[in-house]
């Protein structure tokens, strides 16, 4: 069984940066296409970025194209969101998800398409 735990969420202001982390265990490799979603209270879970399991191919949600961006070292079994010029709206629970699959190319944009999930990180970005 896998297991995804999140963490570098926090309290921020409005501009800033943060760094979220996703630690995979569970396999000796965990090395499946990664995706990072969040959820604001009162509404549906909103797709952030994916990242292939091979690391080549990314795919962003508007909403985040440009200030977002995913990456991964499968040495440590990781993924990270790197969050720039956070905004309030930006505040949310944040969490990643994998999806078993041995595809080297393809990233999945659906939360319904994804295997396991993390508890979720709280990011808050006050004006």
């Known amino acids: 069984h896998v297991q995804l735990v999140e963490s570098g969420g926090g309290l921020v202001q409005a501009g800033d940066s943060l760094r979220l982390s996703c630690v995979a265990s569970?396999?000796?490799?965990?090395?499946?296409?990664m995706g990072w979603f969040r959820q604001a209270p009162g509404k549906e879970r909103e797709f952030l970025p994916t990242?292939?399991?091979?690391?080549?191919?990314?795919y962003y949600a508007g909403s985040v194209m440009g200030r977002f961006i995913i990456s991964r070292e499968n040495t440590k079994n990781t993924v990270y969101l790197q969050m720039n010029s956070l905004k309030p709206e930006d505040t949310a629970v944040y969490y990643c998800?994998?999806?078993?699959?041995?595809?080297?190319?393809?990233?999945?944009?659906?939360?319904?398409?994804?295997?396991?999930w993390g508890q979720g990180t709280q990011v808050t970005v006050s004006s």
């Open positions: 569970g396999r000796t490799s965990v090395t499946w296409p």
């Open positions: 990242i292939s399991r091979g690391n080549i191919n990314s």
């Open positions: 998800a994998a999806k078993n699959d041995d595809q080297p190319n393809f990233v999945y944009d659906r939360s319904d398409e994804y295997d396991y």
